[in-house]
């Protein structure tokens, strides 16, 4: 049951994610291309005692404003069948990392797929596409023979197949040739020295190509989750503007920005857990939203439990508390999950005083908190709650900040609160952190 509330707001933020791996369906296909230079013939690259490269040089390239250098492929360990995936792909052009991540400007290089992908894993629910090893940042690659789809585990971006669009014009020189170096991180080591017969690192259909700007822009805003203002009720105050929508979400501009909190709160389903949702979006089934002096509250019930959320504010911070209510004969198991939206992309995204990278794993009591930046504004949220801190747990997803937790047990007939609170204002992280330390007096 634990893992299955990682899956929720995924599956909001999914598009176009196929049930089989169709090439043609595949968005780094589609996307209209004028080849530079192509690589006609498979690369592959061996699995050694240590990392092994193969370096390609490309020609030079030269770009009008008004278009955009993508590099696109297929990449996969081949495996006689469909099995399992791992970040073994390292690449870089001119000795910049292009393989995932964000290029310079914030925006994530990755087009054609989201930067994390769904699995029916019980141990692996979320998996980011870019992940570091042996040094360098590297992509998941899928274990496969060619012209398959991918493990069957694999629930989202399964039309994408092998293929990978990378947006490298930052990276590419327009006064000389261009070194692109691939590298298989996959070790030896890892099969007790023995690696399977065949196994290899294969990369096709290798081509560097100019796209219009607008195309490129279009197909990443594809992945980026997106929200229009909801009417519902302001929360009084002063500085930001801040409006409970009527689906329970929590709507607030500030700066000349837009930020979304959403939430989720699971309860016990056959199979699978149910949600209550409160999301900046039309709702099904809309809990009571009502204005308070002072306040505003939205409550919320299903057969497990009554949810009461109470917003106040003092100052420049909004102080959110989710009362839950057991109303079983039984200790009652809740996932809670909180999810921050930015409109467009974030220029910083700090996860527990770390930039964001797709996906932090574990618990991070010592910093329970997150921070997106847009251009002119910043929001902040921090947990204060003891359960919340200590299981706080945070990953990034496109221009998207999760954070919750997975082992909150409420005893028959009690309620607990779930508290934190939401600083909008500064595009500096300190300034969040500062106005933190002085309300906690710390």
Same mark, same amino acid.
């Not at 998996?127 to 991918?150: K, Q």
């Given at each position: 049951?634990?893992?299955?509330?990682?899956?929720?707001?995924?599956?909001?933020?999914?598009?176009?994610?196929?049930?089989?791996?169709?090439?043609?369906?595949?968005?780094?296909?589609?996307?209209?291309?004028?080849?530079?230079?192509?690589?006609?013939?498979?690369?592959?690259?061996?699995?050694?005692?240590?990392?092994?490269?193969?370096?390609?040089?490309?020609?030079?390239?030269?770009?009008?404003?008004?278009?955009?250098?993508?590099?696109?492929?297929?990449?996969?360990?081949?495996?006689?069948?469909?099995?399992?995936?791992?970040? #073994?792909?390292?690449?870089?052009?001119?000795?910049?990392?292009?393989?995932?991540?964000?290029?310079?400007?914030?925006?994530?290089?990755?087009?054609?797929?989201?930067?994390?992908?769904?699995?029916?894993?019980?141990?692996?629910?979320?998996?980011?596409?870019?992940?570091?090893?042996?040094?360098?940042?590297?992509?998941?690659?899928?274990?496969?023979?060619?012209?398959?789809?991918?493990?069957?585990?694999?629930?989202?971006?399964?039309?994408?197949?092998?293929?990978?669009?990378?947006?490298?014009?930052?990276?590419?020189?327009?006064? %000389?040739?261009?070194?692109?170096?691939?590298?298989?991180?996959?070790?030896?080591?890892?099969?007790?020295?023995?690696?399977?017969?065949?196994?290899?690192?294969?990369?096709?259909?290798?081509?560097?190509?100019?796209?219009?700007?607008?195309?490129?822009?279009?197909?990443?805003?594809?992945?980026?989750?997106?929200?229009?203002?909801?009417?519902?009720?302001?929360?009084?105050?002063?500085?930001?503007?801040?409006?409970?929508?009527?689906?329970? %979400?929590?709507?607030?501009?500030?700066?000349?920005?837009?930020?979304?909190?959403?939430?989720?709160?699971?309860?016990?389903?056959?199979?699978?857990?149910?949600?209550?949702?409160?999301?900046?979006?039309?709702?099904?089934?809309?809990?009571?939203?009502?204005?308070?002096?002072?306040?505003?509250?939205?409550?919320?019930?299903?057969?497990?439990?009554?949810?009461?959320?109470?917003?106040?504010?003092?100052?420049?911070?909004?102080?959110?508390?989710?009362?839950?209510?057991?109303?079983?004969?039984?200790?009652?198991?809740?996932?809670?999950?909180?999810?921050?939206?930015?409109?467009?992309?974030?220029?910083?995204?700090?996860?527990? %005083?770390?930039?964001?990278?797709?996906?932090?794993?574990?618990?991070?009591?010592?910093?329970?908190?997150?921070?997106?930046?847009?251009?002119?504004?910043?929001?902040?949220?921090?947990?204060?709650?003891?359960?919340?801190?200590?299981?706080?747990?945070?990953?990034?997803?496109?221009?998207?900040?999760?954070?919750?937790?997975?082992?909150?047990?409420?005893?028959?007939?009690?309620?607990?609160?779930?508290?934190?609170?939401? #600083?909008?204002?500064?595009?500096? #992280?300190?300034?969040?952190?500062?106005?933190?330390?002085?309300?906690?007096?710390?």
């Amino acid at each position: 049951m634990a893992v299955k509330l990682r899956f929720i707001f995924m599956m909001l933020l999914c598009v176009a994610a196929g049930s089989n791996a169709d090439s043609s369906a595949s968005h780094a296909v589609q996307l209209p291309m004028e080849p530079v230079w192509t690589h006609a013939d498979p690369i592959t690259v061996e699995v050694g005692e240590k990392p092994v490269t193969e370096t390609l040089v490309l020609p030079t390239v030269t770009v009008a404003p008004e278009q955009a250098i993508v590099l696109r492929f297929q990449a996969r360990l081949k495996w006689p069948a469909p099995g399992g995936w791992n970040n #073994y792909l390292g690449v870089k052009l001119n000795g910049i990392s292009v393989a995932g991540g964000n290029s310079p400007a914030g925006v994530p290089r990755l087009l054609n797929r989201h930067t994390t992908f769904r699995t029916s894993s019980p141990h692996w629910p979320i998996v980011p596409v870019m992940e570091p090893r042996n040094g360098m940042d590297c992509l998941n690659v899928f274990f496969g023979p060619a012209d398959t789809p991918p493990d069957a585990q694999v629930l989202s971006d399964r039309d994408e197949g092998y293929w990978y669009l990378l947006d490298v014009g930052d990276a590419v020189h327009a006064d %000389g040739a261009n070194e692109l170096v691939l590298t298989n991180t996959a070790l030896a080591s890892y099969w007790q020295n023995k690696v399977p017969e065949g196994m290899k690192l294969v990369v096709t259909d290798l081509v560097l190509g100019r796209v219009a700007r607008t195309e490129l822009e279009r197909l990443r805003d594809a992945s980026r989750a997106q929200r229009t203002p909801q009417p519902g009720s302001v929360l009084p105050g002063e500085g930001a503007e801040v409006v409970v929508a009527q689906g329970g %979400g929590i709507q607030i501009a500030a700066g000349g920005e837009r930020f979304y909190l959403e939430s989720s709160f699971s309860f016990p389903g056959d199979g699978a857990p149910g949600h209550v949702l409160l999301p900046c979006a039309p709702a099904d089934h809309p809990p009571v939203v009502a204005k308070i002096h002072g306040g505003v509250v939205v409550q919320a019930d299903c057969d497990a439990y009554a949810l009461k959320r109470t917003m106040t504010r003092e100052g420049a911070r909004i102080e959110v508390t989710d009362a839950i209510t057991n109303k079983t004969p039984e200790v009652l198991g809740v996932l809670v999950e909180h999810r921050v939206l930015a409109d467009g992309w974030p220029s910083r995204t700090v996860l527990s %005083g770390l930039d964001g990278k797709p996906q932090s794993p574990g618990a991070t009591p010592e910093n329970p908190t997150v921070f997106l930046a847009m251009k002119s504004a910043g929001l902040g949220v921090v947990a204060e709650d003891d359960a919340l801190r200590l299981q706080f747990y945070s990953r990034a997803e496109e221009n998207t900040a999760l954070f919750g937790m997975e082992n909150l047990g409420i005893a028959p007939g009690e309620s607990y609160a779930v508290r934190w609170a939401i #600083y909008p204002g500064s595009t500096d #992280y300190f300034d969040f952190i500062n106005a933190v330390r002085r309300d906690w007096n710390v």
